[in-house]
C-alpha cells in the first residue's frame, strides 16, 4: 500500500470506555494514528484524518438486545468512514454472561459483513492474560480461580472459552491451539481454513506471549471482523501501520494545570489496592451506603466533601469495595446500588470540573462511562500512558479536561498515585 488511505484503515467498536482507552492506547503505540469517540457517532460526522478509529460504546453489561443494534450502528458508521477490517474489541478477562454479549455482538458483527468466521482472542500477555487449551488465565491463575469470580455484574465462574463461547452462540465454535500457533503463520492459516471447512464461526485462540498474537495477526489479514482484547488488536495495528501513511507516534502534550481528583468505582483487585495506596497519600472520601442508604445524601455529603477539601492538593473519592462491604451495599441501597453509585461519581465529576479541577483520573470501566457522559465527552485525543494499556486522554473543546480512564483490572498499586500527582 502506498499514499494516504481515503479513510481510517482499521476500526475498532470497544464495549466500554476504558476498554476504548486500551485498545487506542495500543493502536497508538503500533504506530497509527487513532481517534477516540464515545458513544455511536451520527451518521454524518466525519472523522479527521486518522490511521485507526475506536468508538467506544457501554454496551458490555446491558441486554444484548440493546448492545448489538448499538454495535450495529456503529460498524454501519465505520464502514461509512471506508473502515473494511472491523475489531471487536471485549476485556482481557472476557467480562460477560451466558445472555452474552460478546456471541450476540459477534454473530451480529459478522452477519452484517457477510463473514464465515472470526477469531476469539482476549490474551494480552503484557497483562498477564493469556490462554491456553482454551482455558483464560489471570497470570498464573485459572480465570474460574481469579478474583473475577466475584464480579459484582459479570462474574467469571467458567475459564474454558470454548464452553463459554459455546452457551453465548448457537454456531459452532472451535479451537486455535498453540502447538499450531507455535508452527507459524502458515500452519495458522491452514487450520483456520480447515475450520471454516467444518463451518466453525467462532475460533477461541491460545496464546501466552505477543509473539503468538503476531503470527495470528499476520495469518488473518483477510478476516472482515476480528474480535479480541487489546494484545491482538496491537498485533493487527502494527501490521496495518506497516502499510498506512502514519505521521509517528506524537510527543506527549502538556496536561492541564491544577487540582486532580481521583474517581475510583471498580471493586476489582487491583483497584481495591490502589485505592488503599492512595488513601495513605491524599484525603479521601468514601462512598458508603451502607451508613448513607439514601441516594440524594450521598451524593449531597460528598459533594460536601468535595467544596471543603478542593484546592492544589489531589483528592480520592470512591465506592470501591471488597466483597463483604459490596453485600453490605447492596442489602442497604437494593439492587440498583451499582448504577447508582455510578452516577453518584458521574454527578461528582461534574461538581468537580465545575469548582476548577482539569485532571480526572478514573477507575473503573462502568465508572468512566459515567463520568464521560456527566461530562459531555464525546471525543478525545489518545496521549502518553502511565501505565500500559492506560493512557491520558485530552479534550479537544475548552474547557480542556486530562482524563485518565483506568480499567479496573489495570496498573500497578501505585498508579493512582503517580497519574495524579505526577502530572500536576
Known amino acids: 500500500m502506498s499514499g494516504k488511505p481515503a479513510g481510517p484503515v482499521l476500526g475498532c467498536i470497544a464495549d466500554d470506555y476504558t476498554g476504548g482507552t486500551d485498545v487506542a492506547a495500543a493502536l497508538r503505540r503500533a504506530g497509527l494514528r487513532t481517534v477516540l469517540l464515545f458513544g455511536a457517532p451520527e451518521a454524518g460526522r466525519q472523522l479527521p484524518p486518522c490511521d485507526a478509529a475506536v468508538v467506544a460504546l457501554k454496551s458490555r453489561t446491558v441486554p444484548a438486545r440493546d448492545a448489538v443494534p448499538q454495535s450495529l450502528k456503529v460498524q454501519r458508521w465505520l464502514r461509512d468512514q471506508g473502515v473494511e477490517l472491523v475489531y471487536f474489541k471485549y476485556c482481557s478477562t472476557f467480562d460477560s454472561t451466558d445472555a452474552g454479549n460478546i456471541g450476540p455482538v459477534a454473530d451480529a458483527l459478522l452477519d452484517t459483513a457477510g463473514a464465515p468466521m472470526t477469531l476469539i482472542c482476549p490474551a494480552s500477555p503484557e497483562h498477564g492474560r493469556t490462554v491456553y487449551r482454551g482455558h483464560l488465565f489471570v497470570g498464573d491463575t485459572l480465570l474460574s480461580e481469579s478474583p473475577m469470580r466475584h464480579h459484582p455484574l459479570t462474574p467469571m465462574t467458567d475459564a474454558n472459552l470454548v464452553r463459554v463461547m459455546g452457551r453465548q452462540t448457537p454456531h459452532p465454535v472451535g479451537l486455535l491451539p498453540l502447538s499450531v500457533v507455535r508452527a507459524g503463520r502458515e500452519a495458522?492459516?491452514?487450520?483456520?481454513?480447515?475450520?471454516?471447512?467444518?463451518?466453525?464461526?467462532?475460533?477461541?485462540?491460545?496464546?501466552?506471549?505477543?509473539?503468538?498474537?503476531?503470527?495470528?495477526?499476520?495469518?488473518?489479514?483477510?478476516?472482515?471482523?476480528?474480535?479480541?482484547?487489546?494484545?491482538?488488536?496491537?498485533?493487527?495495528?502494527?501490521?496495518?501501520?506497516?502499510?498506512?501513511?502514519?505521521?509517528?507516534?506524537?510527543?506527549?502534550?502538556?496536561?492541564?494545570?491544577?487540582?486532580?481528583?481521583?474517581?475510583?468505582?471498580?471493586?476489582?483487585?487491583?483497584?481495591?489496592?490502589?485505592?488503599?495506596?492512595?488513601?495513605?497519600?491524599?484525603?479521601?472520601?468514601?462512598?458508603?451506603?451502607?451508613?448513607?442508604?439514601?441516594?440524594?445524601?450521598?451524593?449531597?455529603?460528598?459533594?460536601?466533601?468535595?467544596?471543603?477539601?478542593?484546592?492544589?492538593?489531589?483528592?480520592?473519592?470512591?465506592?470501591?469495595?471488597?466483597?463483604?462491604?459490596?453485600?453490605?451495599?447492596?442489602?442497604?441501597?437494593?439492587?440498583?446500588?451499582?448504577?447508582?453509585?455510578?452516577?453518584?461519581?458521574?454527578?461528582?465529576?461534574?461538581?468537580?470540573?465545575?469548582?476548577?479541577?482539569?485532571?480526572?483520573?478514573?477507575?473503573?470501566?462502568?465508572?468512566?462511562?459515567?463520568?464521560?457522559?456527566?461530562?459531555?465527552?464525546?471525543?478525545?485525543?489518545?496521549?502518553?500512558?502511565?501505565?500500559?494499556?492506560?493512557?491520558?486522554?485530552?479534550?479537544?473543546?475548552?474547557?480542556?479536561?486530562?482524563?485518565?480512564?483506568?480499567?479496573?483490572?489495570?496498573?500497578?498499586?501505585?498508579?493512582?498515585?503517580?497519574?495524579?500527582?505526577?502530572?500536576?
Not at 503468538?212 to 495469518?219: E, G, K, Q, S
Open 188 to 424: 495458522v492459516a491452514a487450520r483456520l481454513a480447515q475450520l471454516h471447512a467444518d463451518a466453525v464461526r467462532h475460533v477461541v485462540v491460545d496464546a501466552t506471549d505477543d509473539d503468538d498474537l503476531d503470527v495470528v495477526a499476520a495469518a488473518a489479514g483477510s478476516f472482515a471482523v476480528l474480535t479480541g482484547g487489546a494484545g491482538l488488536a496491537r498485533a493487527v495495528g502494527a501490521a496495518t501501520a506497516q502499510g498506512a501513511a502514519t505521521v509517528g507516534t506524537p510527543r506527549p502534550a502538556p496536561l492541564p494545570a491544577g487540582a486532580g481528583l481521583v474517581l475510583a468505582g471498580s471493586c476489582s483487585a487491583a483497584t481495591l489496592a490502589q485505592v488503599d495506596h492512595a488513601r495513605s497519600a491524599f484525603p479521601s472520601h468514601r462512598l458508603d451506603p451502607a451508613a448513607t442508604p439514601d441516594p440524594n445524601e450521598l451524593l449531597a455529603t460528598a459533594a460536601a466533601w468535595l467544596h471543603e477539601h478542593i484546592g492544589e492538593a489531589p483528592l480520592m473519592i470512591y465506592s470501591s469495595a471488597p466483597v463483604e462491604q459490596r453485600q453490605a451495599a447492596i442489602a442497604a441501597l437494593g439492587p440498583g446500588t451499582a448504577e447508582i453509585l455510578e452516577q453518584t461519581l458521574g454527578a461528582l465529576a461534574r461538581t468537580a470540573v465545575d469548582l476548577g479541577v482539569r485532571r480526572l483520573v478514573v477507575a473503573g470501566g462502568e465508572t468512566s462511562g459515567a463520568v464521560v457522559s456527566a461530562l459531555g465527552v464525546d471525543a478525545v485525543v489518545v496521549d502518553r500512558e502511565e501505565d500500559r494499556g492506560v493512557p491520558w486522554c485530552i479534550t479537544p473543546e475548552p474547557p480542556v479536561l486530562g482524563l485518565l480512564l483506568k480499567s479496573g483490572n489495570f496498573g500497578r498499586p501505585d498508579l493512582l498515585v503517580r497519574a495524579v500527582k505526577g502530572a500536576a
